[in-house]
T-cell receptor, first 113, second 114 residues
Framework: GQSLEQPSEVTAVEGAIVQINCTYQTSGFYGLSWYQQHDGGAPTFLSYNGLDGLEETGRFSSFLSRSDSYGYLLLQELQMKDSASYFCAVRDRGGTGRRALTFGSGTRLQVQP | KAGVTQTPRYLIKTRGQQVTLSCSPISGHRSVSWYQQTPGQGLQFLFEYFSETQRNKGNFPGRFSGRQFSNSRSEMNVSTLELGDSALYLC?????????????FGSGTRLTVV
C-alpha cells in the first residue's frame, strides 16, 4: 500500500518563509502533488513534481527527491490568506494498475500577524 | 468556464436510508473521482471513473457505489446509511485522469446522518 507523512500543524508569521515536508511510501511512483484547502472550501491544486528538483509558481515552490521519497512545499512572503490546510498527494501503481491520488492527512498552517 | 458542480450542498439523512450525490465535471473532463473527507480520516479515495468505466476503487464497503454517464456526469450512491458516513463528499475532475495537471474539486456535499 501507500502512506504519506506530513506535520499536522505549522505556525509562522506574516512575511516569513515556511516549509512543509512530506515523506511517502508507495509501490511505484507517478509524482507528488500539493493541494491547498481553506476551511469550508474545496481543495485547490498548487503544484506537481514528476521529476526530481524544484518547481516554482510565484510565492510557492515544491521540491521532490525520488531517491529519498521526500518532497516539500515552500511558501515565501507569507500572507494571512495562506492560512489553510496543505495536503501532499501521490499517484502510485497498485497491483491492478495505476491508482488514484492518495492524500496525506494534511498540514494546518496558521499565519500570525 | 464553469467549475465542478456538486449537488446538493447539504443533506441530512436518517440511519438506514440511502442517498445519491451528483457531480458535473468541467466540460471536456472525462475523469471523475470521489473522495470522502472527515476530520479524523482526512481525504479518503472512494472511486474513479473514466469514460463511463470505473477505473479504480478505494477501500470502502459495497454500500458505496457510483457510476458515470456518457456526458461525464457522475453519481455516487450510499445505501443503508450509518452514522459514520457523515462526511464531506468531494468530487474531482481532470482531463485525462493522471492528475499531473491537477484535479479540480467541487465544493462538496456535506452529508449528515442522524
Amino acid at each position: 500500500g501507500q502512506s504519506l507523512e506530513q506535520p499536522s500543524e505549522v505556525t509562522a508569521v506574516e512575511g516569513a518563509i515556511v516549509q512543509i515536508n512530506c515523506t511517502y511510501q508507495t509501490s511505484g511512483f507517478y509524482g507528488l502533488s500539493w493541494y491547498q484547502q481553506h476551511d469550508g472550501g474545496a481543495p485547490t491544486f498548487l503544484s506537481y513534481n514528476g521529476l526530481d528538483g524544484l518547481e516554482e509558481t510565484g510565492r510557492f515552490s515544491s521540491f521532490l527527491s525520488r531517491s529519498d521519497s521526500y518532497g516539500y512545499l515552500l511558501l515565501q512572503e507569507l500572507q494571512m490568506k495562506d492560512s489553510a490546510s496543505y495536503f501532499c498527494a501521490v499517484r502510485d501503481r497498485g497491483g491492478t494498475g495505476r491508482r488514484a491520488l492518495t492524500f496525506g492527512s494534511g498540514t494546518r498552517l496558521q499565519v500570525q500577524p | 468556464k464553469a467549475g465542478v458542480t456538486q449537488t446538493p450542498r447539504y443533506l441530512i439523512k436518517t440511519r438506514g436510508q440511502q442517498v445519491t450525490l451528483s457531480c458535473s465535471p468541467i466540460s471536456g473532463h472525462r475523469s471523475v473521482s470521489w473522495y470522502q473527507q472527515t476530520p479524523g480520516q482526512g481525504l479518503q479515495f472512494l472511486f474513479e471513473y473514466f469514460s463511463e468505466t470505473q477505473r479504480n476503487k478505494g477501500n470502502f464497503p459495497g454500500r458505496f457505489s457510483g457510476r458515470q454517464f456518457s456526458n461525464s456526469r457522475s453519481e455516487m450512491n450510499v445505501s443503508t446509511l450509518e452514522l459514520g458516513d457523515s462526511a464531506l463528499y468531494l468530487c474531482a475532475s481532470s482531463l485525462e485522469g493522471t492528475g499531473n495537471y491537477g484535479y479540480t474539486f467541487g465544493s462538496g456535499t456535506r452529508l449528515t446522518v442522524v
